[in-house]
């Protein structure tokens, strides 16, 4: 006899919002599995509006309660049991993000719990990474957002080191992370990994997603840095309107896969890793495994 439940998360980034709808399927004797059922992706720049003027602008509040307003409607129709909704570096950094969050409350039901960037790091460990990571093996977790990348050091199994950095797309493409913010990342990795051979890294995020995508590779097979680096060159070499007519991304996604891929390129060559693993896997999924397990 299996039992399936049905979780919602939603993820409030600073280049989208995103919600994943979760089948968990329970069976006597047998792990749970957390099989994706639907991912719902809205454009909304939030970072755009919160790192260069501190706060987030009426149109977005007003498109942010209408994707609200229909995320509560789908999971009506899907009959959720259970949701979260978590935001991440843009709504905790505009001054009337808690104001925003209550807004949206009052509009659509929702509460958005604002979480820091230690929770964010603990969430998304809590994810499927078990799966591939190996006990006799480093590795480096890389997750790229908008406002923030988040880094956790797992060796022997185990997380070791986390550490956010505000180092992400959006801040990069509005030339707001300065050399110190990338000298502090350097040093961090640097002193975590140089004691730890062959580290290898784990990728996540909308755009290594997209660059993986685009390599045509089985889930199970790596990048190469080598990889990685030529596609940073081909990508730097084309027009915004190239990327989006040529390769096919959407307008929100072909302005930030060149900053996205740099941070991943940096954390290769600081950790001296060679390959790039990219399951699929982020926020949301780990959103979803952490209210299983009861952790938030």
Known sequence: ???????????????????????????????????????????????????????????????????????KLLMKVYKIEKYKACATSAMREAYNGKEVADYIYQQSDIMIDIIDGKNEA????????????????????????????EFSLFNDGKMIASKSFKNGTVRLLNEMVNDIVWHEIEKWIKTNTQELDNVILIGSGGNINKIFKLSGKQQDQPL?????????????????????????????????????????????KWSGATKIYVPKIGLADGIVKAMYQGMI
């Open 224 to 268: 190469t840095y080598l990889y990685l680096n030529s596609q940073y060159q081909y990508l730097n070499s084309l027009t915004y309107e190239q990327r989006i007519a040529e390769l096919g991304l959407n307008t929100d996604r072909a302005d930030v896969i060149i900053p996205a891929t740099k941070i991943y390129l940096n954390a290769m």
């Open 122 to 149: 603990a969430i998304i460990a809590s994810t499927d990474l078990h799966s591939f990571i190996k006990t006799d093996q480093a590795y480096l977790y890389v997750d790229v957002g908008g406002g923030s990348t």
């Open 1 to 71: 006899m299996i039992t399936i439940k049905k979780y919602a998360a939603i993820d409030i980034g600073s280049n989208a919002m995103r919600m994943l709808i979760s089948n968990i399927v329970e069976q006597p004797g047998k792990e749970t599995q957390f099989n994706k059922s639907a991912l719902i992706r809205v454009p909304i720049r939030l970072g755009q509006d919160a790192f260069t003027v501190g706060e987030i602008s009426e149109d977005n509040i007003d498109r942010m309660v209408d994707a609200m307003k229909a995320f």
